[in-house]
């Protein structure tokens, strides 16, 4: 039997792009390891963390994010992402 994971999800609200990493156990580590990743991986601090025992990982977040949106003006969210970091201000 696999041992159970827990997914770490953070979703940028603006571009929709998901950052997805699964951990062994939930505990405070994984949680500031996560956050460290979800930095790293987007560059700037996310506003929302969620947790879930989904089975959601790399391959469906590959996709997911690369399937353009009508919301996103049919850009797709890594291309959304890259034009809001090319004209970003700062929102804090």
């Known amino acids: 039997m696999p041992d159970k994971l827990y997914q770490y999800t953070v979703i940028d609200e603006?571009?929709?792009e998901r950052f997805i990493y699964p951990y062994k156990e939930q505990s405070?580590?994984?949680?500031?390891?996560?956050?460290?990743?979800a930095i790293d991986?987007?560059?700037?601090?996310?506003?929302?963390?969620q947790t879930d025992n989904d089975s959601e990982m790399k391959r469906y977040l590959r996709r997911s994010n690369r399937i353009p949106m009508k919301i996103l003006g049919w850009s797709n969210p890594?291309?959304?992402?890259?034009?809001?970091?090319?004209?970003?201000q700062c929102w804090w």
Do not use: H, W
């Not at 405070?28 to 990743?37: A, E, G, I, P, Q």
């Not at 991986?41 to 506003?47: D, K, M, R």
């Open 28 to 37: 405070s580590y994984s949680t500031v390891d996560f956050l460290k990743r």
């Open 14 to 16: 603006a571009s929709r």
């Open 41 to 49: 991986y987007f560059g700037y601090c996310p506003l929302t963390l």
């Open 78 to 88: 890594i291309q959304k992402r890259e034009q809001l970091l090319d004209n970003r």
